[in-house]
């Protein structure tokens, strides 16, 4: 049984589930895959609601949007203080489609991935280094020992993208467990179920 973990390094949501998702994989020897993923800009940049005094429903939609908004920035606090990370820096808008692209250069050439996977994770959340121009990348990916052809990364991730929308995957972090998928962190303890080979109750 093969298990892959598709992340976003853009994204705090995949950090938050790097050391989990590390930790089934040692427990139970599963093979793994990991992958990048295009998730979803971090809540706390979803839009205000217009006001609008032909729409009866406005002012509670606005209500809505201020009791989500202080949700979202109370969990991303909440997070953050789980990783000791700065939630002004964890809250910022990345675009890891280049860092992604030298993710699967990597695996293109067999070499291991983990490691560059902490350290974009640690450019990003710790000394805020956005890693999104080319230069950048290019400086960071030489570091792990990866020559970018940019044009053939660009088609790469343009398919790999395709592949797994196809799937039905659509933010980080994404798991695919044999045929079956998992949307985010909180399936980890039933994947470990499935791995484990079902015994006992599932999880709920």
Not at 39 to 64: C, M, T, W
Request: contains cysteine.
């Amino acid at each position: 049984m093969n298990l892959d973990v598709y992340l976003d390094l853009g994204n705090i949501a995949g950090l938050l589930a790097l050391k989990a998702t590390e930790q089934l994989v040692t427990d139970t020897g599963v093979a793994v895959r990991w992958l990048p993923i295009q998730g979803i800009v971090p809540r706390p940049f979803s839009r205000e609601p217009r006001q609008n005094s032909d729409d009866p429903l406005s002012a509670y939609k606005h209500l809505r949007w201020q009791a989500k908004h202080q949700f979202e920035l109370r969990e991303l606090q909440r997070d953050c203080a789980r990783l000791t990370l700065s939630s002004e820096l964890a809250g910022q808008a990345f675009d890891g489609t280049l860092t992604h692209g030298v993710w699967l250069g990597m695996l293109d050439s067999g070499l291991p991935v983990t490691d560059y996977i902490h350290s974009v994770y640690q450019q990003r959340f710790e000394y805020g280094s956005a890693l999104e121009t080319e230069a950048a990348v290019q400086k960071h990916a030489a570091a792990h020992g990866v020559e970018l052809d940019m044009d053939r990364l660009a088609a790469r991730w343009a398919a790999h993208q395709a592949a797994y929308l196809e799937l039905g995957l659509h933010d980080s972090p994404a798991y695919v467990l044999g045929e079956e998928t998992f949307q985010g962190r909180q399936h980890l303890p039933l994947i470990r179920w499935r791995i484990d080979g079902e015994q006992g109750p599932p999880p709920l």
